[in-house]
């Protein structure tokens, strides 16, 4: 058996008194013991890096593989992973973990706090006295009977896996990941899919270890029952996103977006004045649209900064999952998410109206009751912002009306002509340069918009947006326009995002671009 340090023997014997699952031993954190999906706190200090390679005797990470995994011979079961990278600029992981049939039922939950001098010991645990790895463990969080980790022996080195090759996504600053059974990782970067150079193709079992690994309980119970899942996963000091996780022929796929850890500024984002000056209202409803993908959450982001830097307020946001995390500047902000903090957007939004909010974030306004408690949560003296998923600005106004019974859309146009204050429908295109750039359609809804609103006559709006842009209106065409002027976007590419493809192609062959002609031209090269 092997000898183990004061500060080691104490925390695994607090482990097996108290019946935890496990110990995490993380750089940057205090030493925490785990049971369910709970974890207690129980040192004073925080762990240093050298300080958890004294505890395994290894005084430089690069002598070791990592991850890596091996059994303590302690007499009691302990498996010890070891998840984090040999670059010393990485946190380093270790998790002591003992089979589920050695905990003693009965134990008390809450662990007796260590004293911050029994961890300071020098540990003498020798990695050469480790033996053979056991069999793959659980980890204690996850909730699904009989989990098997694949490939892996434990949850920490399928999340270290993951994590690999989410670092390597934020390196080259690609904006997704994809996951696939049968392909190597691919890489989404200016907005063209490349496969990761060096690495294999996935199989199903390691790619739903991995997956399921960073997955919240509820999002692995979801998962299990569903086949498909949202949830946020954040690497400390590296990024935040926002992932998809879903089954198809092959087996687990997903999907993650790489979510910037700082929030975006509306001088970043290349908002205008006149967008911004939404920002101010003291009530009504403000709707940023586009399809999937096209950057609505950033924009977003953008927006409820301005308002934390300039206004003094509470915010509430209700997303699903959190993307970008706010921290209070000039406003006090409650962020919360879908299925975690609440059991939906309507009754997260239906419960703000009750804790004294200024400003509500509806992440997407989903269903019908949601709208329509938006649009009277507006009308009652709160600014709403909230996304749809509609190419448009008028289609944005026809979209919600049409979601209501026809004996409810006469009232929901009248609401709705009171309460909306601008709609904000964008697309990302290809820059030319590289990376990608928005295109906005800006429709802020002055009187004879609220009359057209009111009066059902929908389809009369873009030609009031096109004769009122000295207010800040934009069309979605202009918009794409003066991006091909300006040269950051290629003339195809924006005929290919626009939705009045008809009058734009006019507008491109006036200037001396044939659309008909590049689209022949990239078809004969295979571009």
């Given amino acids: 058996m092997t000898r183990l340090t004061a500060s080691l023997e104490t925390i695994l014997q607090v482990l097996h008194d108290r019946g935890m699952d496990d110990v995490l031993l993380r750089e940057g954190d205090p030493v925490q013991l785990r049971k369910g999906d709970k974890s207690f706190p129980v040192s004073r200090d925080v762990l240093g890096r050298e300080q958890i390679l004294r505890m395994l005797d290894h005084t430089s990470g690069n002598d070791v593989p990592w991850p890596t995994e091996f059994s303590l011979a302690d007499g009691r079961g302990v498996t010890v992973a070891v998840a984090g990278p040999a670059d010393a600029t990485q946190p380093l992981e270790v998790v002591l973990a003992r089979r589920r049939s050695d905990t003693p039922r009965g134990a008390p939950a809450l662990p007796t706090p260590l004293s911050s001098d029994a961890l300071m010991q020098e540990p003498v645990l020798r990695a050469s006295d480790a033996v053979a790895a056991p069999s793959p463990v659980q980890h204690p969080a996850r909730r699904i009977s009989d989990h098997?980790?694949?490939?892996?022996?434990?949850?920490?080195?399928?999340l270290a896996e993951l994590e690999r090759l989410l670092r390597k996504q934020v390196e080259v600053g690609a904006a997704d990941l994809h996951l696939r059974v049968g392909e190597p990782p691919v890489l989404r970067r200016r907005g063209d899919l490349e496969r990761m150079a060096g690495e294999p193709p996935l199989d199903d079992a390691r790619l739903t270890a991995m997956v399921t690994a960073a997955m919240p309980p509820k999002n692995e119970a979801e998962f299990a029952e569903l086949s498909d899942t949202d949830f946020a996963y954040e690497i400390e000091g590296v990024s935040r996103f926002r992932a998809n996780a879903l089954k198809d022929r092959k087996g687990t796929?997903?999907?993650?977006?790489?979510?910037?850890?700082?929030?975006?500024?509306?001088?970043?984002?290349?908002?205008?004045?006149?967008?911004?000056?939404?920002?101010?209202?003291?009530?009504?409803?403000?709707?940023?649209?586009?399809?999937?993908?096209?950057?609505?959450?950033?924009?977003?982001?953008?927006?409820?900064?301005?308002?934390?830097?300039?206004?003094?307020?509470?915010?509430?946001?209700?997303?699903?999952?959190?993307?970008?995390?706010?921290?209070?500047?000039?406003c006090l902000i409650t962020q919360r998410q879908v299925g975690v903090h609440t059991t939906s957007f309507k009754s997260a939004l239906r419960a703000a109206l009750r804790e004294d909010p200024d400003v509500v974030l509806v992440g997407e306004l989903r269903d019908l009751e949601t709208v329509a408690i938006a649009i009277e949560t507006a009308e009652t003296g709160h600014l709403v912002f909230g996304t749809l998923h509609t190419a448009t600005a008028a289609g944005t106004v026809d979209r919600i009306i049409d979601q209501f019974p026809a004996d409810r859309q006469e009232q929901?146009?009248?609401?709705?002509?009171?309460?909306?204050?601008?709609?904000?429908?964008?697309?990302?295109?290809?820059?030319?340069?590289?990376?990608?750039?928005?295109?906005?359609?800006?429709?802020?809804?002055?009187?004879?918009?609220?009359?057209?609103?009111?009066?059902?006559?929908?389809?009369?709006?873009?030609?009031?947006?096109?004769?009122?842009?000295?207010?800040?209106?934009?069309?979605?065409?202009?918009?794409?326009?003066?991006?091909?002027?300006?040269?950051?976007?290629?003339?195809?590419?924006?005929?290919?995002?626009?939705?009045?493809?008809?009058?734009?192609?006019?507008?491109?062959?006036?200037?001396?671009?044939?659309?008909?002609?590049?689209?022949?031209?990239?078809?004969?090269?295979?571009a």
């Fill in 253 to 330: 796929a997903a999907v993650l977006r790489t979510i910037s850890s700082d929030t975006v500024t509306v001088d970043e984002m290349g908002i205008s004045p006149e967008v911004r000056q939404l920002c101010y209202l003291s009530k009504g409803l403000v709707l940023v649209t586009g399809p999937t993908g096209s950057g609505k959450s950033t924009t977003m982001c953008a927006l409820i900064d301005l308002i934390n830097r300039t206004r003094n307020d509470h915010i509430i946001t209700i997303e699903d999952p959190i993307e970008f995390v706010h921290k209070n500047k000039q």
């Fill in 148 to 158: 098997s980790w694949g490939p892996f022996a434990t949850r920490a080195l399928a």
């Fill in 412 to 526: 929901i146009r009248v609401m709705l002509a009171e309460s909306l204050k601008g709609v904000v429908s964008q697309t990302l295109l290809k820059r030319t340069s590289g990376g990608r750039i928005a295109a906005r359609e800006i429709m802020i809804v002055n009187s004879a918009i609220s009359n057209l609103i009111r009066e059902g006559k929908t389809v009369q709006i873009p030609s009031i947006i096109q004769t009122n842009k000295r207010l800040g209106m934009v069309m979605l065409n202009d918009a794409l326009m003066d991006l091909v002027n300006a040269g950051e976007v290629d003339p195809l590419e924006a005929y290919t995002k626009a939705v009045d493809k008809g009058n734009l192609a006019e507008r491109l062959k006036s200037k001396g671009f044939d659309v008909a002609v590049m689209q022949r031209q990239r078809d004969a090269i295979g």
